[in-house]
């Protein structure tokens, strides 16, 4: 069997299993809850006098928050209802994530169901498929929630239509390699624990240990590419150019993590 | 590696740390043939175990299987099945759509997936579990799951753990016959405590004890079933000496603990048949009271022996 059929097989179960358990269930809820909350505050932005406040105002603020004049240009065109809604999704992303995908791994070490599998499929096939599942999971989850709320911000009148099918689309597309490269992190940390809550506490302790690093090599003018939800600078950006930038930069996050996580998962005991 | 060779393990080191827990064991496992691994707990069974099913990678040595390093798994994808003692069925997943995916993942494409998966749901009997939760099983229901998963595509070596552990005793009657008829049709390797379930189901067998092969070969070979016979006696007359003088005899040992007469004779003169016959026909002459025959000396006693006499 060709690797790429053990990969789609083992992510398709992922996606499945995501769907039918209480886990699922849960997260579903935790999606639609999310969405009301999304558009609670976009709704709030909005009341301050977001789309309201001059359109050089924002673009200054979206300046010194991502230090591109034409990210900042672009940005300041789309409504800030949707721009908050893109940048609560992105900065709750990484948290989401661990929460979906940090028991991926670590409970099938942990209830050792892995030996079902590890004599059916490569390692390598079983590690990406969990983490293509993962993200197959996030993905459909991000769209439900960005669908939920940008529904209510439009049924509330504070969207038009128009400019909701125009940027918010293509605002969502900007999480999809965000998401990838934050699936493939967890499921890095969930496969280096037998016992789910360790893979939990470790992603979290590891995410503020990247989003320091990411602030502290900003500071000193290095190369900031630790954290793939710093990436939307790219991904934002209106330059095609930059934009594939951003999608490899995140492609090559994802590829790097999960170079590391099959060379020790094919190691590891099973 | 012979063509009639299913498992070989040739030197073979696991180490956890300081802890050696398989050291320098040598062996070979025929195809088509029941093989017991048995040994006291702490022995290296389940260690063993897991580096033929390729759950460990072993610190020295090499392990194959069908000629293949046991972690080539797009080699042995379909020919190696394994019950893993331990392992737990995903709780929230449906009986027949799990097995319906390791099928799959096993590569039986399409529909042929699923009539695999009820076909060897029916053979452990649990055609009517196909739409329980796995976590809605008993520890019966689930062994047998777990049993037929390891019999998907009919693979050509089936390792299981424990079997029987934990099961009542009709399950685990039921689960030897199940073994027992898939005898001759692959290599069978069973790791097992019930050394009386193992003499029932194995044609040959190796002993373990702290980590080390201490003996291995065929169940009548280990018991020395074709040169020796036990014989449970009463209180009453043991004739010893009339017992050494049948010319069919080498030696009699007996154990007074247990009253047992343990009676050597030479394979090549007489089969066990025979010499049982003219040994109860000396004793019952002598007015000796009979309890039990049997020949060899019990994989039990084997074990015993072997193994410091740790259960």
Redesign the interface.
């Known amino acids: 069997?060709h690797p790429l059929r053990?990969i789609s097989?083992?992510a398709g179960?992922e996606l499945l299993?995501a769907l039918?358990?209480?886990?699922g269930l849960a997260l579903l809820v935790l999606a639609l809850l999310g969405a009301v909350l999304l558009a609670t505050l976009a709704s709030a932005v909005n009341d301050m006098g977001g789309n309201g406040v001059d359109a050089t105002m924002r673009e200054s603020a979206y300046r010194a928050m991502f230090g591109d004049a034409a990210v900042a240009r672009r940005l300041a065109q789309i409504p800030a209802a949707l721009i908050t809604v893109d940048f609560a999704t992105t900065a709750l992303l990484p948290l989401f994530v661990l929460l979906v995908g940090f028991d991926g791994v670590s409970a099938?070490l942990q209830?050792?169901?892995?030996?079902?599998?590890?004599?059916?499929?490569?390692?390598p096939s079983y590690y990406l498929g969990k983490v293509l599942g993962l993200f197959a999971v996030v993905t459909a989850t991000s769209a439900l929630v960005h669908l939920v709320a940008w529904g209510v911000l439009v049924a509330r009148g504070l969207l038009s239509l128009q400019a909701t099918l125009s940027w918010g689309p293509l605002l969502w597309l900007t999480l999809l390699p965000i998401s990838l490269a934050w699936s493939a992190l967890a499921v890095l940390f969930s496969s280096l624990f037998r016992q789910p809550f360790l893979a939990l506490i470790s992603g979290f302790i590891g995410y503020v240990a990247l989003a320091i690093a990411q602030a502290w090599l900003t500071h000193e003018k290095l190369p900031a590419l630790v954290y793939p939800s710093s990436f939307d600078r790219w991904l934002l950006h209106p330059s095609f150019t930059n934009v594939v930038t951003g999608v490899l930069l995140s492609v090559g996050f994802a590829a790097v993590t999960s170079s590391l996580g099959v060379a020790i998962f094919a190691?590891r005991?099973? | 590696m012979s063509a009639d060779i299913a498992i070989e393990l040739t030197r073979v080191r696991k180490a956890f740390g300081p802890r050696v827990a398989v050291n320098d064991v040598t062996l070979s496992i025929p195809k088509r043939s029941v093989f017991g691994l048995i040994g006291p707990n702490g022995a290296g069974k389940t260690t063993t175990f897991s580096l033929i099913a390729g759950y460990l990678l072993p610190s020295g040595g090499t392990v194959e299987v069908l000629g293949h390093p046991a972690r080539s798994v797009a080699a042995l994808r379909g020919r190696l099945g394994v019950l893993p003692q331990d392992a737990i069925l995903p709780p929230s997943e449906r009986v027949g759509e799990f097995l319906t995916f390791l099928a799959r993942l096993q590569g039986i494409a399409g529909r042929a997936a699923e009539a695999e998966a009820r076909r060897v749901l029916e053979e452990v009997e649990g055609s009517a579990w196909w739409a329980l939760k796995c976590g809605a099983l008993s520890h019966g229901m689930a062994k047998r799951v777990g049993i037929a998963q390891a019999l998907l595509g009919g693979p050509e070596v089936v390792l299981l753990d424990e079997p029987t552990a934990g099961l009542d005793p009709r399950s685990a009657w039921e689960i030897r016959q199940l073994l027992k008829a898939r005898r001759g049709t692959c290599a069978l390797v069973v790791s097992s405590h019930n050394l009386h379930e193992l003499e029932e189901i194995c044609d040959a067998a190796a002993i373990l004890d702290l980590g080390r092969l201490v003996a291995a070969g065929p169940i009548h070979e280990l018991t020395a079933s074709s040169q020796q016979i036990s014989i449970e006696l009463a209180e009453g007359p043991t004739p010893l000496e009339a017992l050494r003088a049948l010319p069919l005899v080498r030696g009699v040992a007996f154990e007074a603990d247990t009253r047992t007469l343990l009676v050597d004779f030479d394979s090549s003169s007489a089969d066990a048949e025979t010499v049982i016959a003219e040994v109860l026909g000396l004793l019952l002459a002598q007015r000796a009271r009979i309890s039990g025959v049997s020949k060899g000396r019990g994989l039990e006693r084997r074990v015993m022996e072997l193994t410091g006499a740790r259960p």
Do not use: C, G
């Open positions: 069997m053990e097989l083992v179960r299993r039918r358990s209480a886990k099938e209830h050792r169901t892995l030996r079902f599998f590890t004599v059916r499929t490569r390692r190691r005991d099973a």
